[in-house]
């Protein structure tokens, strides 16, 4: 607080005349007025800051992204060489063939049933084919050319390398199995022998649960010749027929 003050002193002197004459009389007036003014200075307070010196909350979502690959496109891709092509797909399976000889002689009939299981399929088989062949006639010495009809059961594992997608398949497979032929021949009786089948061929199948399809392939069987010196009898075929299973 601060107080300032001012004096303004006022002085003046009057002079007056009586009747004409002249009179010296001086009456002097002072007036003096005094004048303070104080000024208050109130020292305003520094205006205040507050500060929050807590660290601002950061939160990091420890969860990691999910990633997201999308495999359409590669399944399409790798389902070329895949397990789940319709000819490799476990399932049961039924074939019917037409038998061709590669000797002269009218086409035969093949038939086979059985199971897909992994890349093998297991299946009994029958068979019907003509026969032709010089023949000893029984108690005697002589040989006769002799015909007549043949009829095989087996059973045969086949491989197959089955390739394509999951809708068509295309498969190359070989095979190998045992049976038994048994021979009516019309001049010198009935004859049967055991044998052994091998086999290559090559495949093409569609569908789903269920697939139909057709096959081409060879077929040879080794079995022991008629005497007991006579050399062992290879007999080759082709089977042209279809497929179907589920």
Known sequence: MRTRGWALVIMSTLTAAAGGAAADGAVEVAASIDVTVTVEATAAPPPSFVVDAAPLP????AAP????VDTSASAGAASALTSSTPLVRPHWEAALAMV?????????????VGRQIGSFRLAGEYTLTDAASDRAM?????VVSDCGQRQRLGV???????LGTPDVGVGFYLEGGL???TTRWSKTGTSRRDDALIGLGFELAGGGARLAGFE????????DGDGPDAAREVTGV????????G
């Open 58 to 61: 950061v939160v990091v979502d």
């Open 138 to 142: 029984p108690g005697a010495l002589a």
């Open 238 to 245: 082709i089977t042209v027929g279809l497929l179907v299973g």
């Open 100 to 112: 061709l000889p590669l000797e002269l002689g009218d086409p035969g009939l093949h038939a086979a």
């Open 179 to 181: 049976g038994q032929a």
């Open 216 to 223: 081409l392939g060879g077929r040879f069987t080794i079995a």
């Open 65 to 68: 992204l999910p990633f997201v």
């Open 156 to 162: 045969a594992a086949r491989y197959r390398l089955g």
